[in-house]
């Protein structure tokens, strides 16, 4: 193994990279080939915060969808039940004034 780093990422400024085997100038070694395959992947790993926000939010808004769906079956199911009601009602005051 030519070389061993470790990118600390820092809140108050650049990463901070640790050679544990190698050094900068092996690190550069290429034109700068392993920063070039390295960046994706930073990119990629800094992207899967803001992936799992929009996850949850995407979850948020289904389980508020099917919240507001359960409801309108219920409200449906509780007006159908009243129609039919009513409509026995009708029936039976209809079938009494024709007796």
Known sequence: M????????????????IFLIGDEQE????GG?????RDPIVKAMAAEKEFEALDL???????KR?????????????????????RRRELENLEKVSS
């Open 33 to 37: 080939l392993i920063s070039e395959l």
């Open 2 to 17: 030519k070389l061993l780093a470790v990118d600390i990422p820092i809140a108050s400024g650049p990463d901070q990279r």
């Open 27 to 30: 690190y550069k070694v290429g």
């Open 57 to 63: 939010e995407e979850e948020e808004e289904d389980e």
């Open 66 to 86: 099917e919240r507001e769906e359960a409801e309108r079956k219920q409200h449906d199911e509780e007006q159908r039940v009243l129609d039919d009601e009513k």
